[in-house]
Nanobody, 126 residues
């Protein structure tokens, strides 16, 4: 069983930066075996894929965050990161990390992911 725990959410002003972290509890949660991703959901809106990464595919980003967000993985620590720069109020949401076994076809299709964290809140003020 893979347990995912997010951290790093906060309230920031527009233009600011945050780095989210997601720690995986299982010894099998390794970059070489999993497709890993960040999603977000704001109140009243559908869940949105933000970024995905695997050892087999290039990183994938939603158009709304390209050039501002960077997804990365520290395999030795089994931690997934999301560096978020130049934040704006539209980025306000609860951010979730997600994982599923297999590195091929690692996209932002939420239905592909089996393991989910509880989320961390990001609030950006104008």
């Amino acid at each position: 069983q893979v347990r995912l725990v997010e951290s790093g959410g906060a309230s920031v002003q527009g233009g600011g930066s945050l780095r989210l972290s997601c720690a995986g509890s299982s010894d099998t949660f390794t970059y070489g075996s999993y497709c890993l991703a960040w999603f977000r959901q704001a109140p009243g809106k559908e869940r949105e894929g933000v970024a995905a990464i695997s050892s087999a595919d290039p990183t994938t980003y939603a158009d709304s965050v390209k050039g501002r967000f960077t997804i990365s993985h520290a395999n030795g620590d089994r931690i997934l990161y999301l560096q978020m720069n130049n934040l704006n109020p539209d980025d306000s949401a609860r951010y979730y990390c997600a994982a599923r076994r297999g590195t091929a076809r690692c996209t932002l299709d939420a239905g592909d992911f089996v393991h989910w964290g509880q989320g961390t809140q990001v609030t950006v003020s104008s």
